[in-house]
């Protein structure tokens, strides 16, 4: 078992901060220890009293602090980034399995509110001395998350960033895979980490074959128990909750009829992908 039976406790926590971080996008950073301790890819069941319960990555955690950052898309999430300072939600977790540090040369690919695991990721790769470029990708300019992080990451440790956007309107003009295509063909990589739209997942999880180097991604799937009972996380022979949400090649490989392809709805049927 990835988790420990405290970890599932309901913890009532008052939100200390909000951070605005890109249109849309709040980080909400309350004191928890257990959320203090997640490792990097982890994520929790953050429930909004009276909304409903939701899976979120952490994307700060330290000193008994954490935050989640939150992108507005239906009903629960934009309650929560409307509450204020001082507001209370509940918290279990850190669950699942979480992003495996190797190797000497990293790259790093997230994919709009995908990015938001990643600065956890990033920060204990370089902390690691494991040489680091980070490809964001979103679809404008005012989506890109943690610029002001990633810079003082960048004159602190030296990490390498580039920037893309659909639109053109910052950084490097395009999809965010063929980027990070042109850096797998040129340069060597000990490990690839990704996390963002499955279909990018997908993109990238070929490429990794292509180039062979072992990857790592973060997959997404409908959350209820995130303790692997309910099964509405299912992916092949894999419980998203439980098994994931960080996969590694050799699991990818597994799932690869059905990641990017399938997920299951609201009633647990399988719908493809749109
Ligand atoms: C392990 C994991 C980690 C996640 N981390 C983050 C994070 O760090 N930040 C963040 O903003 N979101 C994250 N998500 C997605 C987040 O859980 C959903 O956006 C949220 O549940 C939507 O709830 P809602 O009530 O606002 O929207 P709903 O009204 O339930 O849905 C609105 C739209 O979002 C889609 N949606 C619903 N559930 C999900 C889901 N689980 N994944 C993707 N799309 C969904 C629906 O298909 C619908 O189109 C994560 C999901 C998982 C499984
Ligand atoms: S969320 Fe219940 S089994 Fe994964």
Not at 110 to 128: E, H, Q, W
Not at 217 to 239: D, F, N, P, Q
Request: with cysteine; hydrophobic share 40%; proline share 3%.
């Amino acid at each position: 078992m990835g988790w420990h039976i405290k970890n599932n406790e309901l913890r009532i926590v008052k939100i200390d901060k909000v951070k605005i971080e890109a249109y849309n996008v709040k980080s909400i950073f309350f004191k928890d220890k257990l959320s203090s301790l997640a490792k990097p890819g982890q994520f929790l069941m953050a429930w909004i009293p009276g909304v409903d319960e939701i899976p979120l990555s952490v994307s700060f955690a330290s000193d008994g602090l954490a935050a989640v950052t939150v992108k507005e898309v239906g009903e629960a999430t934009r309650a929560l980034n409307k509450m204020a300072e001082g507001s209370l939600i509940g918290i279990r977790g850190p669950f699942g399995s979480h992003f495996k540090i190797f190797g000497k040369r990293a790259l790093v690919v997230g994919g709009g509110i995908g990015s938001a695991p990643l600065l956890l990721l990033i920060n204990k790769l370089l902390r690691n001395s494991v040489k680091t470029l980070f490809i964001e990708g979103a679809k404008m300019h005012s989506e890109i998350l943690f610029q002001d992080q990633l810079n003082l990451l960048r004159d602190e440790y030296d990490l390498e960033i580039v920037f893309t956007t659909d639109d053109g309107s910052y950084g490097v003009k395009g999809l965010v895979t063929d980027v990070a295509e042109r850096y797998l063909s040129k340069r060597r990589f000990d490990s690839l980490y990704a996390c963002g739209r499955e279909s990018m997942i997908r993109k990238l999880f070929l490429l990794s074959e292509k180039y062979t180097v072992p990857m790592q991604a973060s997959l997404e799937r409908i959350m209820r128990c995130a303790i692997g009972i309910c099964g509405s996380c299912v992916i092949g022979k894999y419980r998203v909750c439980r098994d994931g949400p960080v996969f590694d090649s050799k699991q990818l490989r597994e799932i690869n009829n059905e990641m990017g392809r399938f997920k299951r709805d609201f009633r647990g049927d399988k719908v493809p992908i749109d």
